[in-house]
């Protein structure tokens, strides 16, 4: 009874410690907005008086533009928050997030000082989000070199207008990141020359997740970006008929062994440069991955037209890969094929489930 009123007091004197924590951190961001000319987001504010009411640590840091604008003179800004990262020293962040604020140069270059590991203070951000914050191409590329000395494990880029030259900055910045698991460049304004770059990235650094919903790479651009991880797939699967199989502890770090591949919305059909046979050739190159690769769990082609014989070899490669008693996946199609080649594709794997996000923005 004595240690159950112990572990009670000691509890309650944890959630009071940390309740000052996050007061002293509220405090100090509210001032620093206000010496910055800027208003507080009010998602971060809700955020941290809910954990001060509950003594819980605040680990996913979120800086948003309200929906309806609390004061339309003054703008929501991510320098007060690092500012207050840094001044009270505040160690228990573990997902950044900034979604729909406008960021500059001199904030990526801010934010990179957080995020980078040099002898200073370590701030262990594990998730990084920068959603529709209108980065240009350096930002990008400078952005990317910081992850290169920092713990990050994902980063978001969605709706921003990367297109090629932001591409090459980051693809340069990453250049063999070993710790990088999960990459997202949704609705980027990337084209079919992405291809090649993607596909580079993907096999020299430790990528694994790679979601690239609503862009153009269009049959071409897939193409060249799936071509390097297929190929890995197969050679591996040779190397298993010839020596064995390797347990997937001994995998190496650098290597195109992709899990999750997201495609969805990328005009990948027959009315690209090369006609109709372009989406056969796409989907030759998806079915080597189908059928080979042990580490593929997710696949979404969603909102992309294939037609027919595309559907028919995906369905062969999904029963090929069934046969086989390989690790089960989850494919999502668009049903502009046969109902019944449709249904079957279905019915060969488990389904994918999307993590909503916000709709494509109108230009």
């Known amino acids: 009874m004595r240690e159950k009123k112990k572990k009670q007091k000691t509890g309650k004197r944890n959630s009071a410690v940390v309740s000052g924590i996050l007061q002293k951190f509220l405090n100090t961001y509210k001032r620093n907005c206000a010496q910055s000319l800027c208003t507080t987001s009010p998602k971060l504010r809700q955020d941290l008086r809910r954990c001060i009411e509950k003594g819980a640590i ?103 207008e ?61 193409s060249k970006l799936i071509e390097p991880i297929a190929q890995q797939a197969g050679t591996e699967a040779q190397s298993k008929v010839n020596k064995g199989k390797r347990s997937r502890k001994e ?30 050739q796409f989907t030759q190159m998806v079915c080597q991955l189908i059928r080979f690769s042990n580490h593929l769990t997710e696949l979404d082609l969603d909102d992309n037209c294939l037609g027919e014989l595309c559907g028919k070899e995906l369905l062969n490669a999904l029963k090929e890969r069934k046969e086989a008693k390989m690790p089960s996946l989850k494919i999502k199609v668009t049903a502009q094929m046969n109902a019944d080649t449709f249904s079957k594709i279905v019915k060969c794997n488990r389904k994918l489930k999307k993590v909503k996000k916000k709709k494509k923005r109108k230009k």
């Open 58 to 160: 605040l680990t996913k840091l979120i800086v948003a533009r309200p929906e309806v604008s609390e004061d339309d003179s003054l703008p929501v800004s991510l320098k007060p928050l690092l500012m207050t990262i840094r001044e009270e020293r505040y160690m228990h962040g573990k997902e950044l997030c900034v979604w729909d604020v406008p960021l500059t140069n001199q904030d990526i270059a801010e934010l990179a000082i957080i995020i980078e590991l040099h002898g200073r203070t370590s701030y262990p951000f594990s998730k990084v989000e920068l959603m529709d914050c209108g980065i240009d191409a350096w930002s990008v590329e400078r952005f990317g070199k910081a992850v290169n000395f920092s713990v990050l494990i994902c980063i978001v880029l969605d709706y921003n």
């Open 162 to 222: 990367i297109a090629i030259d932001g591409l090459r900055g980051l693809c340069h910045g990453l250049e063999g990141n070993t710790r990088l698991l999960t990459l997202s460049m949704c609705y980027c304004n990337l084209g079919p020359a992405s291809g090649p770059l993607l596909g580079n990235l993907v096999t020299k650094t430790a990528i694994r997740d790679v979601f690239l919903d609503g862009n153009d790479l269009q049959c071409e651009g897939a």
């Open 251 to 280: 995998l190496p770090e650098v290597a195109s062994w992709v899990s999750k591949l997201h495609l969805a919305d990328n005009g990948i059909d027959g009315r690209g440069k090369d006609g109709n046979i372009a989406p056969m």
